[in-house]
């Protein structure tokens, strides 16, 4: 597993770690020494990243829940601290797409983003801020994107991506006294499962994908969910705690 960054035993709630980005955060910050929490809609995919996590000598415990079901947070939060221990680490990247041009978008297409993406931080924040706040320690990680600056066929997307980073930075006012740090990543195109359902909605060939969009990226390369984790381990460690409020942009290069 990657070198610990971390030594302290904390325990860290990763929304949306079945796959992908929030697969790659968890793994990470089990790998920094943490307890980690793999939150995602069905237990059965959350218990595949806790599983790993486990066999590579780490703690995990899966749960389900529909991060914008505010009575299914609030019971998921507390069987997390009930079983690890109280969460003062935490990722909030579950979400999803519903990509589309704006004459075609219908409202459950703005609805369903918008929700799982900004209802969704709003609810996993609160509760677990609590225990944060009792520790007066705490991290919090807000996944972003570049699309927050503006992406054609994605405004519901964008939308939520931007409002993600304005909940960053007022979290961050709001809960610094308490000592805790708001920070939020966002990556640039990244090899998910997302992206290769994108391809087949486009009816185009994930290779081709992935070429393409490496063109435009000046490393020239695209993105690896373990890339985001990194960060997200940076801000998670006790090396971030004079950084608050800010976005990071993994995304290969100066521009979106």
């Not at 070198?3 to 929030?22: D, H, K």
């Not at 780490?58 to 690890?84: F, K, N």
């Not at 006294?177 to 966002?186: I, L, M």
Request: a negative charge; glycine letters at 8%; aromatic letters at 6%.
């Amino acid at each position: 597993m990657t070198t610990a960054r971390t030594t302290t035993a904390r325990t860290a709630l990763v929304t949306g770690a079945a796959r992908g980005i929030g697969a790659a955060t968890a793994r990470r910050l089990a790998a920094d020494g943490h307890q980690v929490a793999v939150l995602d809609l069905r237990e059965a995919d959350a218990e595949a990243t806790a599983t790993t996590i486990r066999e590579a000598g780490g703690t995990a415990l899966a749960v389900s829940a529909d991060v914008a079901d505010e009575d299914a947070v609030t019971a998921a939060v507390t069987r997390v601290a009930d079983e690890l221990g109280p969460p003062t680490v935490l990722v909030n990247n579950a979400g999803t797409l519903r990509d589309n041009l704006l004459f075609k978008m219908s409202v459950d297409d703005w609805d369903a983003v918008l929700s799982v993406h900004l209802r969704g931080a709003f609810l996993v924040s609160r509760a677990v801020q609590q225990h944060q706040v009792a520790a007066r320690w705490g991290r919090v990680v807000n996944l972003s994107s570049t699309s927050a600056l503006g992406n054609r066929g994605q405004a519901n997307y964008a939308a939520a991506k931007a409002g993600m980073q304005g909940f960053t930075k007022t979290l961050a006012i709001e809960l610094g006294p308490f000592g805790v740090t708001v920070n939020a990543v966002a990556p640039g195109f990244i090899e998910t499962d997302m992206m290769r359902a994108v391809a087949e909605r486009t009816g185009m060939a994930y290779d081709d994908l992935l070429a393409a969009a490496a063109k435009d990226v000046p490393v020239r390369r695209v993105g690896r969910p373990d890339d985001v984790a990194a960060a997200v381990s940076f801000f998670c460690s006790e090396d971030a705690s004079y950084v608050s409020g800010q976005v990071l942009y993994v995304a290969g290069g100066p521009r979106a």
